[in-house]
């Protein structure tokens, strides 16, 4: 198959139009410097995903109107195809719509015709659909069918839809992480191919939004449900995808597993978060114990070793286990632990409050103000040194 496709999985900003127009335009421009055939992009790429009750404000549709326009405008006199996803306002209802741009005009229109309504989603809330349909785009002589996210894993759509028989799926997404996700979305594109008997183009958006994270891991999977190429999670690029040269693309094929794309999730979303919110360290307090240890390595691995800030604030309830551990992660990890002896302090408190407690006998109520303390120390270098 003659088509070659520029496929872009990166990150897009809820509302941030100037910028997610701009990163559109910039990978417009190298996708016809490469004689790409189609530029594509992730779900509602321009808007941000999840836009959620943004949908119910009029400026927020004017906005889309105005960048829709300038998109248009940028594909004139232009042979490669962009393929943009948005959300559209007719008659009062709003629809999710795929729209491919060619030589300043719209070339063809699809909509979203299954919305997922589970979990993390609730675009019924938002979005308006009208009847499943069968329309395809005919481009040299191929049939390409476009699905938006949850049409790929309906039934339904399938069972009305693989009469077409096309020659390509492409199928485009802002499908979130979970544990095993990757797995299967594999199993239903492998379902879908075998329907469809065609090859397929999964795109998915990468980055992080509230309490959703994006991984990306877009793939290219043959007729013989064999993934020949696929994108890395959790990063950002902009590929050249030749589906006349497959043997070129089959070195890209990647490997994964389950904890270590977990690991992943919770070292980019951390960066993600750090980033978005202007913090540029973070401050931990170490244990000696597991939790602490991880989660140190995580805020390492997310923004270098010269932006973490370990403290260890030892007690006599402290042993020489934790201290040692502790000490022993800052070395591998090369970072400058700070010790802070509380013992003094947690002795004052108590001191403090021995008219209440003298007629009491020790217990756990002594060893829990360590944390009481640990925490307030930790708040306080947080907030001079304009941590996390």
């Known amino acids: 198959m003659k088509i070659k496709f520029f496929l872009l999985q990166k990150k897009s900003i809820l509302g941030n139009f100037d910028r997610n127009f701009k990163v559109i335009e910039s990978a417009y421009k190298k996708a016809c ?9 992730t779900e509602l790429f321009l808007t941000g995903y999840p836009p959620q009750d943004l ?43 795929l729209l491919l741009l060619k030589n300043g005009a719209i070339i063809y229109t699809k909509n979203k015709s299954i919305l997922p309504n589970y979990g993390v989603f609730d675009e019924k809330r938002y979005f308006s659909t009208k009847k499943i349909d069968s329309t395809f785009f005919s481009y040299k002589q191929k049939k390409i069918k476009f699905l938006i996210c949850e049409e790929m894993w309906s039934k339904k759509f399938l069972d009305l839809n693989k009469s077409v028989k096309p020659d390509l799926l492409i199928v485009i997404n802002a499908s979130p992480f979970e544990i095993d996700k990757f797995s299967q979305r594999k199993k239903i594109a492998k379902e879908n191919v075998k329907a469809y008997r065609c090859s397929l183009i999964y795109l998915n958006h990468i980055g992080c939004q509230d309490e959703l994270i994006f991984d990306g891991g877009s793939f290219y999977m043959n ?166």
């Open 33 to 41: 410097s490469k004689q790409c055939d189609f530029l594509l992009t």
């Open 55 to 97: 949908i119910n404000r009029i400026d927020f549709h004017e906005r889309i109107n105005f960048f829709k326009k300038k998109l248009i405008k940028i594909t004139q006199n232009k042979k490669t195809i962009l393929m943009l996803n948005i959300p559209q306002k007719e008659k009062g209802e709003v629809f999710n719509v």
């Open 223 to 388: 007729k013989s449900e064999k993934i020949l190429f696929q994108e890395k999670f959790f990063f950002e690029s902009e590929t050249i995808l030749d589906l006349n040269k497959l043997n070129f693309i089959k070195k890209n094929k990647i490997i994964h597993n389950k904890v270590g794309l977990l690991y992943e999730a919770l070292v980019y979303s951390l960066q993600s978060y750090m980033k978005n919110n202007g913090f540029e360290n973070a401050t931990i307090g170490l244990s000696g114990g597991i939790d602490s240890a991880l989660c140190t390595m995580i805020a390492t691995d997310a923004v270098g070793s010269k932006n973490v800030r370990p403290v260890f604030m030892p007690t006599t309830f402290t042993s020489k286990e934790s201290k040692n551990d502790s000490e022993s992660l800052s070395k591998n990890l090369n970072l400058e632990i700070i010790k802070i002896p509380i013992e003094l302090l947690r002795k004052k408190i108590l001191s403090e409050l021995n008219f209440l407690f003298k007629n009491f006998s020790e217990d756990i109520t002594e060893e829990n103000i360590q944390s009481r303390i640990r925490g307030l120390i930790l708040m306080a270098i947080s907030n001079k040194y304009k941590s996390l």
